[in-house]
Every structure is written in C-alpha cells, then in structure tokens.
T-cell receptor
C-alpha cells in the first residue's frame, strides 16, 4: 500500500527552529519531495532527496533515511511568512508522486 | 523559467453543466502533465497522468468519462469535468514535468471549482 504520515499541525515561534517529520511506505521509491503550500495556492518545490543524509538550502534543510523510510524538513530562523502547509511526497517512479496530507505550520510572534 | 499556468482560477457552474480547465506550460515543453484534486485540509490526490498525444492514465476510482483529459500538445493539457455535481467542487491543480530538472514537477496555480 501507499502510506505517508506527517503531523497534522505544528506551532513554532518566530526566529526559532522547527523540524517536520515524515515517514513513508510506498511501493517504489526514487526520492522524497518537500513542498510548501500556502492556503488557496499551488504547492511550490522546496527539496528533493535521493540519497541518505542532510541537504541544506538556505534556511531550509531536508534529511532522508531510506532504510528507515523517514525524512524531515528543518526550518531555521522562522519567519511569519513560513506559516503554510508543508507536504511530504514520495516519488514512486514512473513519474508518479504520492503526497502526504501535509503539516500546517503556524508561526507566532 | 518553468512556469505553469491554469485557467480559469475560479469557476462557478450549475449542476449538470460541463467545465473545462486549461493547463499550460509557458516556457518549456511538458512531456508529462498531471491532474490533482485537493479537498480542504487534505492531500493532493492524483487523478490522472497524461502524455502528449496519448490517452491519459487514470488513477483507480477516477471516472474517465466524467473527467476528460486531453493533452493535445507539449504545452497544453485540458481537464473537462462533465455533468458536474456539487460533490465535484474542489481545488484542481495541474503540474508538468519536462523542464530543465528531470524530477521536478512544476505546479499550476490551481482552479477552484464550485458547483451549485
């Protein structure tokens, strides 16, 4: 079956660091996407991990462990504009991507 | 680069009518386009995958006669919701692959469909 789990909601303070976890179990796996989606808008690409380890890109970093079926997105120096949903998605191959339900992040002052 | 547009952004239609949504890749040739629907606070659900010049591949549970997909060219795919019903009201998002990045999907801005 296809299963992607991530927390429904998280709250963090402006300037802080937050880690959003994702576990996945999909038939076929090429890599793991993270997308950001503001309410009423389409998702925007954040990262794509193929190999195990941490990839850093500015304030955002993404980690993957293929053996554990686990990934996380790390957001540093949180800003109010980071309030959004963060979608974890598995690239299952054949151009098919399975999305998690998303984690709604609320950043408070 | 890698911009995908969708039209219309919002549409309200009466039950029983058909609605066409266009998805265009503006600055690249999209070898593959995807159609998703998303209910409030829920995940994106893949409806179908379409390749230029061939029939779309529909996901299980998606009625191909109700959701007609045409990928007429490398830059245009259309989704037609036929005989729309209130339960078809949703946020429909297209995405395209084929830009400079091999794996990345570029999403359109979405279309909010409301069927009254």
């Amino acid at each position: 079956g296809q299963n992607i789990d991530q927390p429904t909601e998280m709250t963090a303070t402006e300037g802080a660091i937050v880690q959003i976890n994702c576990t996945y179990q999909t038939s076929g796996f090429n890599g793991l996407f993270w997308y950001q989606q503001h309410a009423g808008e389409a998702p925007t690409f954040l990262s794509y991990n193929v190999l195990d380890g941490l990839e850093e890109k500015g304030r955002f970093s993404s980690f993957l462990s293929r053996s554990k079926g686990y990934s996380y997105l790390l957001l540093k120096e949180l800003q109010m504009k980071d309030s959004a949903s963060y979608l974890c998605a598995s690239d299952t191959g054949g151009f098919k991507t399975i999305f998690g339900a998303g984690t709604r992040l609320f950043v408070k002052a | 680069g890698a911009v995908v547009s969708q039209h219309p952004s919002r549409v309200i239609c009466k039950s029983g009518t058909s609605v066409k949504i266009e998805c265009r890749s503006l600055d690249f040739q999209a070898t593959t386009m995807f159609w998703y629907r998303q209910f409030p606070k829920q995940s994106l659900m893949l409806m179908a995958t379409s390749n230029e010049g061939s029939k779309a591949t529909y996901e299980q549970g998606v009625e191909k006669d109700k959701f007609l997909i045409n990928h007429a060219s490398l830059t245009l795919s259309t989704l037609t919701v036929t005989s729309a019903h209130p339960e078809d009201s949703s946020f429909y998002i297209c995405s395209a692959r084929g830009g400079a990045s091999v794996y990345e999907q570029y999403f359109g801005p979405g279309t909010r469909l409301t069927v009254t």
